[in-house]
């Protein structure tokens, strides 16, 4: 074999590896030149849509920032959570309602009312809250749905918080939860942290958020007197919410009882063999005060280290080699108009798909063959059990709740017309 040779002189050894040698020297360079220049331009073009939105909102000090108004808050708060951060942003904000069941007072309510403690409830309340939490972020502070899920919610709270099964603080402190998880998931998560215009913004959102629902900021030192703008108001409510959780969030078997609820819907789309797996994943996000409220095991070492890891690489993936997401892929969790009959739809399912409409995609796509798969129900499945009809804003909640409280919403709304007219809440 060694005395073959090519064109009668050369072995052909030789030429083959002149063959493949030729191609590997001409495009080294260019692979060299991509290996170093794709990170570069990938990260550049991903800080840019940061840049534009500094100078789009020109807030160039913390002074400035103080008559940052409602409805550029909203904005730059709709970018962070649809273009730049889509997938921790929501899951902050899941982990935000999850969080609130460390909480004794707030399980005990939970625990009573049946609402997150049991299987055949648990789902649609979950569905259901975030359906009025993706109204009041994904519209415009003055639209009708931003005012209508916020009259809706606050319908919905009135009978407990008047009879005080749900005080003051718990609403300061599930209010402070929306606007502090998002922030500290990003910086804990994703490929770079919020910066003071963007964490501004959601201070700004949110405290106008609280000044709707009607929650009073009374325990905060500037309560009183007023904030100067959206970062001392989350300085205030960050500093707060940690005592609280000291004082408040202390072990409780109703703690757990509820927390296993919801780690279930968190889990739901795993095959029940890697279920051990996510509820490692779901242990591994939260610190240890929270850990010792619910009663759960901490996550094992190994655990930690692989988890650990792979939210690493994705940052850094994220960071050097994906470029950033379009307007037109924007992540958006419910429907942007309303169908014939002013219902809206959850736009996916990440359990029981409650509000989805059942159209060719959401019943044959990717994601309905892997709920499938896993045997569990498509949008559509099982008649009117998940509501593929869509939602009434003022209808969504405990099934008790359908139908009741429209005199409250309508008084409620007409109040929001008055004050929120997405200007700054501070001034």
Not at 19 to 42: D, E, F, H, N, T
Not at 55 to 67: D, I, L
């Amino acid at each position: 074999m060694e005395n073959l040779t090519w064109a009668g002189s050369q072995p052909l050894s030789e030429a083959v590896g002149a063959i493949i040698s030729a191609p590997l020297q001409k495009w080294l360079p260019y692979s060299v030149v991509l290996l170093i220049g794709w990170p570069l331009l990938a990260r550049s073009l991903r800080y840019r849509r940061l840049k534009q939105l500094h100078k789009k909102y020109n807030f160039p000090t913390r002074e400035s920032m103080a008559k940052m108004t409602d409805e550029e808050a909203f904005e730059i708060q709709l970018e962070v959570g649809q273009l730049e951060f889509p997938f921790i942003y929501v899951k902050a904000l899941q982990f935000a309602l999850f969080r609130t069941y460390g909480i004794p007072s707030i399980s005990h309510l939970l625990t009573k009312t049946s609402q997150f403690s049991n299987p055949e409830t648990s789902l649609k309340r979950y569905t259901d809250t975030s359906a009025l939490v993706q109204e009041m972020v994904a519209n415009s502070p003055t639209s009708l749905r931003a005012f209508t899920s916020l009259a809706r919610t606050r319908f919905l709270h009135s009978g407990y918080r008047a009879s005080g099964k749900i005080l003051d603080s718990d609403m300061l402190y599930t209010l402070a939860l929306f606007a502090l998880e998002p922030i500290k998931f990003i910086k804990r998560f994703e490929w770079r942290e919020l910066s003071d215009l963007e964490r501004c913004a959601i201070g700004t959102f949110w405290k106008s958020a609280g000044d709707a629902l009607g929650i009073p900021f009374d325990e905060l030192p500037s309560g009183k007197s007023g904030f100067s703008d959206g970062l001392q108001w989350l300085e205030e409510i960050s500093a707060w919410s940690v005592e609280y959780e000291k004082k408040y969030m202390v072990p409780d078997i109703k703690n757990r009882e509820t927390a296993d609820q919801t780690t279930a819907i968190l889990v739901y789309m795993l095959p029940k063999a890697l279920h051990p797996v996510g509820l490692q994943f779901v242990s591994y996000m939260m610190d240890d005060r929270l850990r010792k409220a619910m009663l759960y095991d901490a996550p094992t070492p190994f655990m930690s280290t692989l988890i650990s890891g792979l939210l690493t690489t994705r940052q850094l993936v994220l960071r050097y080699f994906m470029l950033p997401r379009p307007s037109f892929l924007r992540v958006t969790n419910v429907s942007s108009q309303p169908d014939e009959k002013d219902r809206f739809f959850m736009t996916n399912w990440e359990a029981a798909p409650y509000y989805v409409k059942p159209t060719l995609w959401n019943r044959w796509g990717p994601m309905a063959w892997l709920t499938w798969a896993l045997g569990r129900p498509v949008p559509g499945d099982e008649g009117d059990k998940y509501r593929p009809s869509g939602y009434h804003i003022n209808d969504i909640g405990p099934k008790y709740f359908e139908g009741k409280g429209q005199k409250a919403i309508e008084e409620t709304m007409e109040e929001l017309k008055v004050f929120r007219t997405g200007k700054c809440p501070f001034h």
